[in-house]
């Protein structure tokens, strides 16, 4: 077995079987700007104690793969340069090879799943970027989320992604999409995409219980769970999708390619709001940490 290296704080409460919420580190390195980026990922930690369960934010530090970070190696990971964005293929590689990394929507789930963590929360999955068509791009988290048994809580797919064509690769792969609270699914900035969701649940113990039905049939796979952005932080989809076009088309004239994509329309957007797309982002984020919370509190009553 791989040498997990985990956090004091997360050591605890393993051994005392509290539960636990993994927390990826790429939002860190390439999806928020220093110094909001650490500020964030310290508010999301604080919100998971503060809703009964553990944070445990998952990275590779120097070739060790690290299950719950100090402040010190949050706030140097927050400003690192050159930061590898791991996958499930690089994962690895960069454990092999000593060397630093931040993990993505798959990778996190991975080392997760070694933990033996079985909840997770992020901003928004990747999914299949638009043009998939021509490009082939599509992110290896949906794969994941149909091998990896760890229940994802994110705002929905990227709004910058193909709604529709990731919800296609999700069904395909016997992914269960569960929005929370609402028949659509949201679309990470905006609270509707104008897609029905396939699937609803309105509470942890719900989202819990199917998580653990899954598990006990044998099926493989995680969940989605689509939780929207609280209403007074949203940004409205129309307002959106010009902004949204201009940095994809800026991206296609760039060239910009392959893992270089959604930080690159990230920080774009953050640019052509003024900032607001970060406030939603982090909004959002915290959003989940809580439902998280309640799911892994969840988890361990039943
Ligand atoms: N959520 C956010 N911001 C992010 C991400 C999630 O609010 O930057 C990251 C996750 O790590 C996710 C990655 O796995 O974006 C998707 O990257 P790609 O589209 O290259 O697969």
Sequence with gaps: MIQLNFSAEVRAAKEAGQPIVALESTIITHGMPFPQNVETARRVEQC??????????????????????????LNSLGQAKDVAKLSRADL???????????????????????????????GGIGGVHQGAEQSFDISADLQELAQTPVTVVAAGPKAILDIPKTLEVLETLGVPVIAVGQDQVPAFWSRHSGIDAPLRLDSATDIARAAQTRAAMGLSGGQLIANPIPEADEIASEVLRPIIARALEEANAQGIEAKK????????????????????NIALVLNNARLASEIAVAFSAG
Excluded: W, Y
């Design 92 to 122: 690895p590689v960069c454990i092999a090879t000593g060397k630093t990394g931040a993990t993505t929507v798959a990778a996190t789930m991975i080392s997760a799943h070694l933990a033996g963590i079985s909840v997770f929360a992020t």
């Design 261 to 280: 994509v959604t930080p690159f329309l990230l920080g774009r957007i953050f640019e052509l709001t003024e900032g607001k797309s970060l406030e939603a």
């Design 48 to 73: 998971v104690r503060d809703n009964g369960a553990v944070p445990a934010t998952i990275a590779v530090l120097n070739g060790e793969l690290c299950i719950g970070l100090s402040a010190d190696q």
